[in-house]
């Protein structure tokens, strides 16, 4: 068993702290780039979305101007 005071202990705590620090930025990057995705997707949905809005807006006025144009005129 290893003495806490002894080789092991320094050794680990010379590599664990870079490769703690590594993977905790890897992490923030990564963490980054999903916010940045999920940003860019919310903002697609939204444009698709009011594409939509519009088109069916768009069709409802082009059914109603039919409709009142075939209706008999009383």
């Not at 999903?34 to 940003?39: D, G, K, L």
């Amino acid at each position: 068993m290893a003495n806490d005071n002894g080789i092991f202990s320094d050794l680990f705590n010379a590599v664990g702290a870079p490769i703690q620090n590594l993977a905790d930025a890897i992490g923030s990057g990564f963490n980054a780039a999903t916010e940045i995705a999920q940003t860019l997707v919310s903002t697609v949905a939204t444009i698709v979305t009011s594409t939509a809005n519009a088109a069916i807006q768009l069709i409802q006025g082009v059914a109603t101007a039919v409709t009142s144009a075939i209706t008999p005129k009383q």
